[in-house]
């Protein structure tokens, strides 16, 4: 009796074939994932591919202008978001801020963005795909004057810039991180009172 309840009880906690399929199918997108995370040109390439296939699916199919409309500001909020730093300098400005260094006495601070870069290219090609679908059914196809979606788009992309670019102004950084800058060597002295860089200078004139 005993042992008809333990295998039944196993047969309970062992996972059905929906929860296998979907593990499998997890494991090999995070595959997937982690293959395309180091070629970053290629990756851009590829997003850049898929919004151009959709502008052409648009200007082609001259409808789903909603759709395009709702696009364009999933990207535009995603495009803030990346550069953003992940922490708003306004709470720690105080405390020399979250900017990158103008001088060389100040500690290397790299720019951590809100959204990282393999986020945001995910976030770009998910969407567009959603939107390439989406463009395969009437039912999103909204009749709409589509010139004042797009006076919408352009007002709403220069205030947010416009804001964005203050923003950078006012605490001093900038979203991009160009390597941690490297120092040359300070010079040292031997017992016989030349330093290194004398030493490499009488070297190479003996040399020559």
Known sequence: MMSGDSSAADSLNEPNMVTKFYRSMSVRYQSLLDHWTPHVRSRWVFAVTLILIFVLRI????????????????????????????????????????GLPTHTSREFRPF???????????????????????????????????????????????????????????????????????YQQAPTVDSSGLSNVQRTNNQVQADT
Not at 88 to 96: F, N, R, T, V
Request: charged content about 15%; overall charge positive.
């Open 59 to 98: 200007l082609l199919a001259q409808g789903w202008y909603i759709v395009t409309y709702a696009l364009g500001i999933y990207h535009l909020n995603l495009f803030i978001a990346f550069l953003t730093p992940k922490i708003d300098p306004a709470l720690d400005y105080e405390d020399d801020g979250l």
């Open 112 to 182: 951590i963005r809100r959204l990282p870069e393999f986020k945001f290219w995910l976030g770009i090609v998910k969407s567009t795909l959603i939107g390439l679908v989406c463009t395969l059914f009437d039912c999103f196809n909204v009749p709409v004057f589509w010139p004042i979606l797009v006076m919408y788009f352009i007002t709403l992309l220069c205030i947010t810039m416009k804001r964005q670019i203050r923003h950078m102004i006012k605490y001093k950084y900038i979203p991009f991180t160009h390597g941690k800058p490297k």
